[in-house]
Nanobody, 114 residues
């Protein structure tokens, strides 16, 4: 059974930082590709960043240079460090992986507002 649990969301002022975590259950984590997605109110869910099992990373243009995805296989955890946050980054952030089928976490709210 695969389970993904996000944490670390909250309210932050523009220009601030947050670090999201995605804890994963199961022995699949070290061989998995992990991704972050987000969904803003009234908008479709969009891809944010991906990290491969080997540590290769890719980012959406909207977050490139501001966000950093990483992973700690010993802790079965993926992270999303978000810097220079903007109001447009306000969304529910979801952790995603595929292991036989797609798995999503429950999401964590990030609100960027003064």
């Amino acid at each position: 059974q695969v389970k993904l649990v996000e944490s670390g969301g909250g309210l932050v002022q523009p220009g601030g930082s947050l670090k999201l975590s995605c804890g994963a259950s199961g022995s699949f984590f070290s061989i998995s590709v992990m991704s972050w997605y987000r969904q803003a109110p009234g908008k479709e869910r969009e891809w944010v960043a991906t990290i491969t099992s080997g540590g290769g990373t890719t980012y959406a243009d909207s977050v490139k240079g501001r966000f950093t995805i990483s992973r700690d296989n010993a802790k079965n955890t993926a992270y999303l460090q978000m810097n220079s946050l903007k109001p447009d980054d306000t969304a529910v952030y979801y952790c995603y992986s595929f292991y036989g089928r797609p798995y999503w976490g429950q999401g964590t709210q990030v609100t960027v507002s003064s």
